[in-house]
């Protein structure tokens, strides 16, 4: 069970079940999945309209317990 958390929590296709604000995101420079060192970018749509996006790089990742 714990690793279906995990695998549901890191799936990035997914972020936007999870979020109110963050729309999407997408692994960056060939990675796939959660790594240390791993970049992507996610996309944000506020109530007011504001559309921002960001680039994240993972810091820590241990499963099944830590996404950083």
Known sequence: MKFRLWEAI????RIGDWSPECTDAAWLDGHSGPAVGARYE???RFLHGLVTQVVCEV??????FTFV
């Open 59 to 64: 810091v820590a990742a241990k499963r099944p």
């Open 42 to 44: 996610a996309r944000n």
């Open 10 to 13: 890191t799936d990035l296709s």
